[in-house]
C-alpha cells in the first residue's frame, strides 16, 4: 500500500491550493479515505473524510465551507481543495486510509505527508 501525497506549497492568505493523494497497492474504490493535518509544535488534528463511493463526507467544523474532499476512484487518487486560506491551515497534511467502505476515522495506512504554508 502507498499513498503519496503532492500539491502542498506557499499559499497567500485567502487563497487557494489544491492537494493531491495518488494512490497505489490496494483497490482505492474499495476504502474510504481520510486528510489529517499537523500544525507545527501541535498534535495530529481530522481534516475530512469521504466514503468509498464519495456519497458520505466529513469535515472538521473549522474547515467546513472552506475545504472540499473529492475522489476519483478510476485514478485511484483523492483531493483536497482548499480555499479562503488561514495562516492557521499551515501544517503537514497526511493522507490516510480507513480499513472499510465506509468512514470509521480509524487509518490503517498513512502516507508521507505534504508541507502547506500559508503566509503573505
Known amino acids: 500500500v502507498q499513498l503519496v501525497e503532492s500539491g502542498g506549497e506557499l499559499g497567500q492568505p485567502g487563497g487557494s491550493l489544491r492537494l493531491s493523494c495518488a494512490t497505489s497497492?490496494?483497490?482505492?474504490?474499495?476504502?474510504?479515505m481520510c486528510w489529517v493535518r499537523q500544525a507545527p509544535g501541535k498534535g495530529l488534528e481530522w481534516v475530512s473524510c469521504i466514503s468509498w463511493n464519495g456519497d458520505s463526507t466529513y469535515y472538521a467544523e473549522s474547515m467546513k465551507g472552506r475545504f472540499t474532499v473529492s475522489r476519483d476512484n478510476a485514478k485511484n487518487t483523492l483531493y483536497l481543495q482548499m480555499n479562503s486560506l488561514k495562516s492557521d491551515d499551515t501544517a503537514v497534511y497526511y493522507c490516510?486510509?480507513?480499513?472499510?467502505?465506509?468512514?470509521?476515522?480509524?487509518?490503517?495506512?498513512w502516507g508521507q505527508g505534504t508541507q502547506v504554508t500559508v503566509s503573505s
Open positions: 497497492g490496494f483497490t482505492f474504490g474499495d476504502y474510504a
Open positions: 490516510a486510509r480507513d480499513p472499510v467502505a465506509r468512514v470509521v476515522g480509524r487509518p490503517d495506512y
